[in-house]
């Protein structure tokens, strides 16, 4: 009930240019369409999801605890050292499940963006 409940946030709270799939047991990956605001996004969303409690049971509502874990996508930027990035976001993001400030949950990568070898060359 609860992933039917995140998911169904999920999908409320994003643009319909923008993709949300289920990337494991627990996790939902995001895929933002030219989103400039990739931080602010991922405040809102997870402010969202932790401020909308579901019945557990019978007259007992909990709010989930998430954990968002994001990565600015540059052009040029290998698959797997995507990955990984978004990967140790999240681990990032996980460290801080019991803390006390929820922003804290909420860790986003911007990688260094990636130089065309050919012109790095040229420069160097």
Known sequence: AILQHLSNLLTINTRRADWVARWSDHLFAIGFCDNTQITETMRRIHNVLEQSPLEVAPGEKRAPIACCGAVLHRPGTR??????????????????????????????????????????????
Request: a negative charge.
């Open 79 to 124: 698959l797997q050292t995507f990955y990984e990035l978004a990967r140790d976001a999240m681990r990032a993001a996980e460290a801080h499940v019991q803390a006390g400030d929820a922003q804290k949950r909420v860790v986003v990568i911007s990688p260094e963006p990636v130089i065309d070898p050919e012109l790095k060359a040229l420069i160097d």
